[in-house]
C-alpha cells in the first residue's frame, strides 16, 4: 500500500513539475538568445529559489545555456537526456535518475520552446526526491506504531472470541472424524454462537442424509453384483491405461482366472489371448462403439462376438471401455456342420448334374428330335445352367466362408488396377451384350493388403449385377479412393436402383430384390453373399447406396497399410 501511495505521489510531483515548467516556459519564451545568458541566468535562479526548483535552459543542440544551480560552461551537453530527448520530439518530457553534477536523485520535467513555430530548446526543472522519501519514512513509522498499538489492544479481545469459537469447532471437528469413519449414529451438540449452531446443524442433517445415501449405495451395488453375477455375457471394464477395473464372472470362467485381486492390473497380464488385447486396443483408439468377432486359441478354440462402448465418468469424461463378450463357439460349430452338409450336397449335386447337361446337349443337337421336344429340352437346359450357378456359388461361398472362419486366406501387399482390369476381361461379353460403357478410375500406385483372386471375384458379382441392371446402352463406373484409414472401390450403375426397404436385408442369401427379373436375368441370390464374405475376409466391409430410377452404388471397404 505504502508502493502505491509512494508512486501516487511521484506521479503528482511530475504533475506539479510539469505546470512550474509550463509556467516558466510561458515567461522566458521570445527570451532565449545566447546573448542574453547572463539575464536568463539571473532570471531562472530567481525562480528556481522562490519555487525551490532547479531550472535549466537547453538550446536545441543540447548545449546548457542556463541553469538556476550550477555554471551552464561546466555542464555536459544535455541532448541525450531522456527527458530532453522527449522535448525536442514535442512532447512532455519527465524521468528519475542519479544527478552525477548534485550527487542526489531528481525527477526531471522537460518542455519545448518554439520561437515563431521553431523550436529552439527546451526548459527542464528538477526536484529532489530526499524530501519525499523522509515524508514517508515517517507515515511508515506512524503506521508502525498505530498498528503495533491496535495488535497490543485486539489480542485479548481476539484470543477470548476465538476460544469462543474454537471450542464448539473443536467438537464439530471430532464429530466429523466419526462421520468419516462410518459412525453417524452420535449427533453435535447445538451450542456457541448463532453460527455455531447452524453449522451443528447442518453437519447433523448431513450425517442423516450421508447414512441414507450409503445405504441406498449399498444396496443399488449389491443389485448390480447380483445382475453381473447372473449374466451369461462375460463383462469386462478396461480404463484407459489397459488395467481391468470390473470383470464378472461369467468372463472370468470363459478365461479361467480367479475374480480377485484383478481391479488395478494390467489385462495382458490376466487374460493372454492376443486377439482380445488388440481388440482392446482398438477399442481405447476408437471414439464410438466397436463389434468384431474373435478367435480365442487354446486348448479348445473359441469364438467370441466382442461389442466394446466408452466408459464415462463424472461430466462425461472418457475412463476407459466396457467390453461384452459373447460365446460364438456352439453357433459357429453348428454352422460348420452347416456348411459341411451344403459342400457335401453340392459336390453328390455336381455330378449328376454334369450328366443331366451333355445328354440334353446331344438331344438339342440332334436334328430328328421334334420341335417341342426341341423347346422343353432347351427349357431343361436353362433351368440346369440355373441349378448348376446355384452349386457353384453354393461351393464359392462354402469355401470363402471356411476361409474368413480358419483364417486360411493367404494375403499379399498388390496393386488394386490390375484386380479391376481382370475383372473387366471377365465381364467383357456382357458388356458387349448390353452395350455397357465401363469406366475405370484408379492410380496406378493404389495398393491393398489383398487376395487377388478372391477380390476379383466379389468385383465380378458387382460389376455383374450393375450391367445386368443397368439399361441398354449405359454405363458402369468403378472408382478407387484412398481414405484416411481404408480404401474405398466404389461400383456404380444407374439404372432402375432399388427401393429403401430391401437395403437392409440386400446381403442375405438367396435374397432378390425382382424375383421374376432376378431368374430371368440368371441370378442364385448369392452373388451379393458372396461380396459381403470376401469383403469380411479381408478384414473390411461392403456399403450399399441406391435411389430407385437413378442407380446403385456399391462400396467395398479395405483396410489401407499404415506407412512406415
Not at 310 to 324: F, H, K, Q, S
Not at 381 to 410: C, H, P, T, Y
Request: glycine share 8%; net charge negative; aromatic share 4%.
Amino acid at each position: 500500500m505504502l508502493a502505491e501511495l509512494r508512486n501516487l505521489h511521484y506521479q503528482q510531483t511530475s504533475k506539479d513539475l510539469l505546470a512550474r515548467t509550463q509556467l516558466i516556459t510561458e515567461q522566458l519564451i521570445g527570451d532565449i538568445d545566447e546573448d542574453q545568458q547572463l539575464w536568463l541566468t539571473n532570471i531562472i535562479t530567481r525562480l528556481g529559489d522562490r519555487s525551490a526548483t532547479r531550472i535549466t535552459v537547453v538550446l536545441a543542440d543540447g548545449r546548457v545555456l542556463a541553469d538556476s544551480d550550477e555554471d551552464p560552461r561546466l555542464m555536459d551537453n544535455h541532448g541525450q537526456r531522456p527527458e530532453i530527448l522527449v522535448a525536442f520530439a514535442g512532447g512532455e518530457g519527465v524521468s528519475t535518475r542519479f544527478s552525477t553534477t548534485l550527487g542526489q536523485t531528481l525527477m526531471y520535467a522537460a518542455l519545448p520552446i518554439y520561437q515563431q513555430d521553431q523550436l529552439i530548446g527546451c526548459v527542464r526543472t528538477a526536484m529532489p526526491l530526499a524530501d519525499i522519501d523522509k515524508t514517508f519514512q515517517s507515515i511508515y513509522w506512524k503506521l508502525s506504531g498505530g498498528g503495533l498499538l491496535i495488535a497490543l489492544l485486539a489480542a485479548p479481545i481476539s484470543w477470548y472470541l476465538s476460544r469462543r469459537i474454537s471450542r464448539p469447532l473443536e467438537q464439530m471437528t471430532t464429530g466429523a472424524q466419526r462421520f468419516s469413519q462410518g459412525d453417524f449414529a452420535v449427533t453435535l451438540e447445538e451450542t456457541g454462537s448463532e453460527e455455531s449452531c447452524r453449522l451443528a446443524a447442518a453437519m447433523n442433517q448431513m450425517a442423516i442424509k450421508l447414512s441414507g445415501l450409503i445405504e441406498r449405495e449399498t444396496g443399488q451395488r449389491s443389485e448390480i453384483e447380483a445382475i453381473l453375477g447372473c449374466m451369461l455375457e462375460g463383462l469386462v471394464a478396461v480404463d484407459n491405461s489397459e488395467r481391468i477395473i470390473r470383470m464378472n464372472s461369467a468372463a472370468s470362467e470363459l478365461f479361467e482366472v480367479s475374480t480377485t485381486l484383478l481391479a488395478g492390473r494390467p489385462i495382458q497380464e490376466v487374460i493372454r489371448q492376443a486377439e482380445l488385447q488388440r481388440f482392446v486396443q482398438r477399442a481405447l483408439e476408437h471414439k464410438g462403439s466397436l463389434e468384431e468377432e474373435l478367435i480365442l486359441h487354446g486348448p479348445q478354440q473359441r469364438y467370441l462376438h466382442a461389442q466394446a462402448a466408452p466408459l464415462t465418468g463424472a461430466g462425461n469424461e472418457r475412463i476407459g471401455v466396457l467390453i461384452v463378450l459373447h460365446d460364438l463357439t456352439r453357433l459357429r460349430q453348428l454352422e460348420s456342420v452347416r456348411r459341411d452338409f451344403v459342400a457335401n450336397v453340392s459336390h453328390e449335386l455336381k455330378t449328376p448334374i454334369t450328366a443331366i447337361r451333355g445328354a440334353v446337349e446331344t438331344l438339342i443337337d440332334d436334328d430328328s428330335a421334334e420341335t417341342a421336344a426341341k423347346r422343353f429340352l432347351g427349357i431343361i437346359f436353362k433351368q440346369n445352367n440355373r441349378l448348376n450357378a446355384l452349386v457353384e456359388d453354393l461351393l464359392d461361398l462354402s469355401r470363402i466362408e471356411q476361409g474368413v472362419i480358419g483364417g486360411s486366406w493367404e494375403m499379399q501387399t498388390s496393386e488394386l488396377l490390375p484386380v479391376l482390369e481382370s475383372a473387366r476381361l471377365a465381364c467383357e461379353s456382357l458388356l458387349t451384350e448390353q452395350q455397357i460403357e465401363l469406366k475405370v478410375f484408379c492410380a496406378e500406385t493404389v495398393q491393398a493388403r489383398i487376395n487377388p483372386p478372391l477380390l476379383e471375384q466379389a468385383i465380378i458379382n458387382l460389376l455383374t449385377n450393375a450391367i445386368k441392371y443397368s439399361d441398354q446402352g449405359g454405363r458402369v463406373v468403378i472408382e478407387v479412393a484412398q481414405l484416411e484409414e481404408q480404401i474405398s472401390i466404389r461400383v456404380q450403375d444407374f439404372g432402375c436402383g432399388i427401393p429403401e426397404e430391401h437395403l437392409s436385408r440386400l446381403f442375405e442369401r438367396f435374397y432378390r430384390v425382382d424375383l421374376a427379373r432376378s431368374r430371368n436375368q440368371g441370378g442364385t441370390g448369392l452373388g451379393l453373399a458372396i461380396v459381403k464374405h470376401v469383403a469380411q475376409a479381408h478384414r473390411g466391409e461392403v456399403r450399399v447406396v441406391s435411389v430407385p430410377d437413378e442407380g446403385s452404388t456399391f462400396t467395398v471397404l479395405l483396410p489401407r497399410q499404415k506407412d512406415h
